[in-house]
């Protein structure tokens, strides 16, 4: 089964986002330390490093109905760290109303 949505995982975002800003920080810091040629290769690999978080968190979800009642249900899990997530939706119920001649 394909999953209905791929996106960014939160927890992964989040510690990346930590993760790149130590490496920036250490970056910083590193100039006039290392060759000016060691330097560029090193932001360069920071540019690389900051796009590395794509779309790993995988949703599927689904709705029903039962016995005149709406149920869904909806699970979000990331293939990298493991982040697991389900939401149950329902039992509600739902009256609708038909046009004449429909």
Not at 20 to 39: D, I, N, R
Not at 46 to 59: A, H, Q, S, V
Request: hydrophobic share 30%.
């Amino acid at each position: 089964m394909s999953a209905d949505k791929w996106e960014e995982c939160p927890q992964c975002l989040d510690r990346a986002t930590a993760e790149h800003e130590k490496l920036v920080k250490q970056h910083q810091e590193h100039y006039g330390v290392l060759s000016p040629e060691e330097w560029m290769e090193e932001g360069r690999q920071l540019d690389l490093f900051n796009g590395m978080i794509d779309n790993t968190f995988r949703e599927d979800f689904e709705w029903w109905t039962e016995e005149g009642k709406l149920l869904g249900s909806w699970r979000g899990s990331c293939t990298m760290c493991g982040l697991t997530f389900t939401h149950k939706v329902g039992p509600v119920r739902f009256y609708g109303t038909k046009e004449e001649g429909e």
